[in-house]
Every structure is written in structure tokens, then in C-alpha cells.
């Protein structure tokens, strides 16, 4: 079946710092890839959505400064948090789909912010 | 707006028994719907999807759904839970106009399973 592979699983820094997370489509091209957020004990609220070779569209009230996104070939993107605090500690998912597919989600990346 | 609403937050069952997650969407149209499983500190995989045709779905690890329009209901079921089975669950919809497939996710329903 599609796997989605999202690396790192984990990632520990300092304030200040970009932390960039990968999200690699293994045997599917993905034309549309998604990036969520997921706060503890809640639901995935959706960051992005970006098509391959195209500008990422941003949710209402997520900073597009704050958090890069690029798309740049069928099979990657890359979420970078820059300049990242403590309140972007949070768990983020990315989810890939090709054309006319279901979303296939990554493992999720834990980022943690001293 | 749309919306997709699991009225339960936490539910807990005994290996071997029955299990049903409510799932309820509102929406005009036939809507596409998923759900989808989520072990602790990971991602999510999908279970089962409808966009049309028979209405009862079935998925992977033995798991079922119903899509009932007239109760704008999605619910998920399996005849005999495992103990493996506890994990959160998400039903989600396909959000209108959205040619990409942008999902809206329930705020999703906590599986405990008791030996």
C-alpha cells in the first residue's frame, strides 16, 4: 500500500532555532501533500496544503513566515519552523495523496522547543 | 460549515466484545468519509473510506461502517475487539470545494480495551 515516510520522528532544540521536517511519498507520486498540527489529546488541525511545484495555501491564522513549506518534486516536502519557541512544541503530521486517492499519512514528527 | 462530530470521547470495552464509534458529518451533498487510526505518538492510517456505491464499507483489521444518509451517520464497527485494537479513532470528511481533499477529522474517540 502508499507510505508516507516523515522524518525526523523527534526532534529536541533550542528556542531559536529552524527545525526542518521532511515528507517523502516512498511509491506513489503525491500531488497535493498536507501538513498538520496535533496539540495533545486533540484532533489534527490542518496547517497547509501544497501541489507540487506551486505555493502553499495556509490555514486561517497559521503564519506563513513562521512555517516554510515546500513541495518542490512529486515525492517531497518539507515543513521548516523558523525561528522556532516553545509554543510551536506540538506534534506535526504530513499526509500525501496522488490523483484520486485517499490521504496517506505520515508517523508524525514530535518537536520540542527548550 | 461543515463539520464531523464522534459524540464520544472515550469509550472502553472488554476483549471480545462488540464494538461501535459514532461518527455523524453535516453536509447537503454525498459526502466522501473516512476514518482513520491513530496509535500513540504516531501517524494515522486509514481503516476504511466511502465516496459512493454500497453502503456498508468494509476495512483493514476487520473493521466496518455504515453510512446511513438519513442519520447523516458514519459509524464504525467491529464484532470482536482485540486488545490491540485500543487506539484513537478519527472519522473525517472530504471538506466541500475542496479539490484537493483537504479533510476536516472529528475530535476523535479514545479506544481502551480491558483483557
Known amino acids: 500500500g502508499a507510505v508516507v515516510s516523515q522524518h525526523p520522528s523527534w526532534v529536541i532544540c533550542k528556542s531559536g532555532t529552524s527545525v526542518k521536517i521532511e515528507c517523502r511519498s516512498l511509491d506513489f507520486q503525491a500531488t497535493t501533500m498536507f501538513w498538520y498540527r496535533q496539540f495533545p489529546k486533540q484532533s489534527l488541525m490542518l496547517m497547509a496544503t501544497?501541489?507540487?511545484?506551486?505555493?502553499?495555501?495556509?490555514e486561517q491564522g497559521v503564519e506563513k513566515d513562521k512555517f516554510l513549506i515546500n513541495h518542490a518534486s512529486l515525492t517531497l516536502s518539507t515543513l521548516t519552523v523558523t525561528s522556532a519557541h516553545p509554543e510551536d512544541s506540538s506534534f506535526y503530521i504530513c499526509?500525501?495523496?496522488?490523483?484520486?486517492?485517499?490521504?496517506?499519512f505520515g508517523d508524525g514528527t514530535r518537536l520540542s522547543i527548550l | 460549515a461543515q463539520s464531523v462530530t464522534q459524540p464520544d470521547i472515550h469509550i472502553t470495552v472488554s476483549e471480545g466484545a462488540s464494538l461501535e464509534l459514532r461518527c455523524n458529518y453535516s453536509y447537503g451533498a454525498t459526502p466522501y468519509l473516512f476514518w482513520y487510526v491513530q496509535s500513540p505518538g504516531q501517524g494515522l492510517q486509514l481503516l476504511l473510506k466511502y465516496f459512493s456505491g454500497d453502503t456498508l464499507v468494509q476495512g483493514i483489521k476487520g473493521f466496518e461502517a455504515e453510512f446511513k444518509r438519513s442519520q447523516s451517520s458514519f459509524n464504525l464497527r467491529k464484532p470482536s475487539v482485540h486488545w490491540s485494537d485500543a487506539a484513537e479513532y478519527f472519522c473525517a470528511v472530504v471538506r466541500y470545494g475542496g479539490s484537493q481533499g483537504n479533510l476536516i477529522f472529528g475530535k476523535g474517540t479514545k479506544l481502551s480495551v480491558k483483557p
Open positions: 501544497s501541489n507540487e511545484g506551486s505555493k502553499a495555501t495556509y
Open positions: 499526509s500525501a495523496r496522488g490523483p484520486y486517492q485517499p490521504q496517506h
